[in-house]
């Protein structure tokens, strides 16, 4: 199998920055897409960034200009750098990877691990 660490995550106040980071172990070939998404209290998870092997991103509307992810093929890590942080971007943020791997003698072409999440809070 595949599990993922996630750090990076606290408290700051509005307008701060926080970078988060994502490593992704077991026995992977190759990363497919790696992304960030987040849930926020009594509301459902929703995608923040996502990076493919091919390094093309999508944003989520809302932090567009604001937060940059990035990745490291050679480390399976992702990282999402928020910048200009508000009240509304507090929540859990979870790592999510689409890796091809293998477990149990066989090979996997595709799959969907989550890591545990870490907790950001924006102060106003």
């Known amino acids: 199998q595949v599990q993922l660490v996630e750090s990076g995550g606290g408290l700051v106040q509005t307008g701060g920055s926080l970078r988060l980071s994502c490593v992704a172990s077991?026995?992977?070939?190759?990363?497919?897409?790696m992304g960030w998404y987040r849930q926020a209290p009594d509301k459902e998870r929703e995608l923040v960034a996502t990076?493919?092997?091919?390094?093309?991103?999508n944003y989520a509307d809302s932090v567009k200009g604001r937060f940059t992810i990035a990745g490291d093929n050679a480390k399976n890590t992702v990282y999402l750098q928020m910048n200009d942080l508000r009240p509304e971007d507090t929540a859990v943020y979870y790592c999510?990877?689409?890796?091809?791997?293998?477990?149990?003698?066989?090979?996997?072409?595709?799959?969907?691990?989550w890591g545990k999440g870490t907790l950001v809070t924006v102060s106003s």
């Open positions: 999510n990877v689409d890796p091809q791997y293998s477990s149990d003698g066989r090979t996997y072409t595709g799959g969907n691990f």
């Open positions: 077991g026995r992977i070939f190759k990363i497919n897409r």
């Open positions: 990076i493919t092997s091919r390094s093309i991103t």
